[in-house]
């Protein structure tokens, strides 16, 4: 038996980061470059005091409370990132807590960067099927901005904070819900996207925290988030439609069984050049990133909100999800809506605290 | 394509990713010698460089792309 997608929401802080406070930070010539080839033109980032583990409480309030889930009923939680709360214990553990599910619920962190959805999701629909859960809570979240140095403009100009809540439940329908995963990793490419002194292999120190500029000029510490971004660019526009092509085959579907292709909201350069590649029809395609910019973990997870939310998914619509990030690391998760699709978790997404 | 061909074809790719049309593109052409050339414009290069010539340049390569020597000694 599959696992099919319920529900989902998402929450973002309210502050903003815009173009102007970018520009007057680092010149209006730089920043114009790197937005003409994202797309990005603002973000969403997380006060101080606001972690990715708050913005994944706040988006599985809204949709438990939207969809008058009661919290009990849950028993397997995920909670899926890169920035948790801390490294020992685990976030999900705090957050079954806080959320108020039983203590026979399952719940443990998922360590992966923006391919983490279909992680998430495959790890989940395998618990279901094996009958170890039958009510999955998935929280998929991330607050990069905190680890990305004032100075590198060439990250912040990209990214955002946000976070998403799935539920996941036995499929009722025959043939629906997730359908096909494909997961893959090459770690030749683990110091693409890397922040060398964040665990044991290299300890902080006083020299992990020399700050240090690029031919570019953006500033970093070993401490820091840091990425050869020509590599990771270059890595996902030209490995990424065949590793698509090639799970598309294992399944014998080709790109027009697709109704909907959600790409992992990196860079709109970078998606428009996957898409064309694939040969993916304008109304297959959806983006989410201009107003948000790149959520990382919480990236594919936050689209595919927000393509339900406009209505861009439909009763019997296979979607495909496509992430790929750090690692270097992907995942495609393959689902089918069901006939009795439900309607979009209409909750608000600016976070609020509580 | 000649070599001189080829130089000549990577020059106009350079001038028109760093929107310097004068430029003299020689194989010591760095990143650390033009405050215009970033991230960003490596990414246009060598698209447009993999596009002109019809190779795939592998990523360890783009990776580690400072100077416009490394692209050529690539495209010969």
């Known amino acids: 038996m599959s696992a099919v997608i319920n529900a989902i929401h998402y ?18 010539g730089p920043v114009q470059s790197i937005a003409k080839m994202s797309g990005i033109l603002e973000r969403r980032v997380a ?55 039983r203590m026979d619920c399952a719940a443990f962190d998922l360590n992966q960067g923006c391919s983490a959805y279909p992680y998430t999701l495959a790890v989940a629909d395998g618990l279901i099927a094996s009958g170890v859960a039958k009510r999955a809570l998935l929280l998929n979240a991330d607050t990069v901005t905190r680890v990305i140095h004032s100075r590198d403009r060439s990250l912040l100009a990209l990214h955002g904070d946000g976070a998403a809540a799935t539920l996941l439940e036995p499929a009722s329908e025959e043939n629906t819900g997730l359908r096909g995963f494909a997961l893959g990793s090459d770690g030749s490419g683990a110091p693409y996207i890397c922040m060398p002194a ?3 292999r290299q300890p902080r120190n ?14 970093r510490t070993d401490e820091h988030l840091g990425m050869n971004g020509p590599a990771v660019f270059h890595f996902s526009v030209s ?13 014998g579907l080709t790109v ?22 694939l040969k993916i029809a304008e109304e297959k395609r959806f983006y989410f990133m201009e107003t948000v910019g790149n959520l990382a973990g919480a990236s594919v997870a936050v689209v595919l909100a927000e393509a339900w939310r406009q209505g861009r998914l439909k009763p019997g619509a296979l979607t495909l999800l496509v992430a790929f990030g750090n690692g270097l690391s992907w995942g495609l998760a393959l689902h089918r ?18 | 394509m000649t070599p001189e061909e080829k130089h000549a074809r990577l020059q106009e790719i350079f001038r028109e990713a760093l929107d310097l049309p004068e430029l003299r593109l020689t194989e010591n052409f760095s990143m650390a010698d ?10 246009q290069i060598v698209l447009a460089a993999e596009a002109a010539f019809k190779v795939r340049i592998p990523t360890e390569k783009v990776a580690t792309l400072h100077r416009a020597g490394d692209l050529l000694a690539l495209l010969q």
Request: hydrophobic letters at 45%; one cysteine or more.
């Open chain 1, 11 to 28: 929450c973002v802080p309210a502050q903003r980061l815009t173009q102007a406070e970018l520009a007057a930070r680092f010149g209006a």
């Open chain 1, 47 to 101: 006060p101080p005091g606001v972690t990715a583990a708050d913005l994944a409480y706040g988006a599985a309030r809204g949709l438990l409370a939207a969809r008058g889930v009661d919290p009990a009923t849950i028993d397997l939680l995920i909670f899926a990132s890169q920035t948790p709360d801390y490294q020992i214990p685990a976030t999900a553990c705090v957050l079954q807590h806080r959320l108020g599910l």
């Open chain 1, 198 to 200: 964040s665990g044991a």
């Open chain 1, 206 to 219: 006083e020299a992990t925290r020399r700050e240090k500029s690029d031919e570019a000029g953006n500033v």
């Open chain 1, 239 to 251: 490995r990424m439609p065949d590793i698509i092509r090639g799970a598309l085959q294992k399944w």
């Open chain 1, 256 to 277: 027009d069984d697709l109704d909907l292709v959600l790409l992992h909201q990196a860079n709109r350069m970078m998606l428009d050049l996957m898409y064309k590649n």
């Open chain 1, 337 to 354: 809506w069901p006939k009795a699709l439900l309607p979009p978790v209409s909750a608000q997404v600016d976070y609020v605290a509580e």
């Open chain 2, 34 to 43: 033009c405050p215009v050339w970033d991230s960003v414009a490596t990414v």
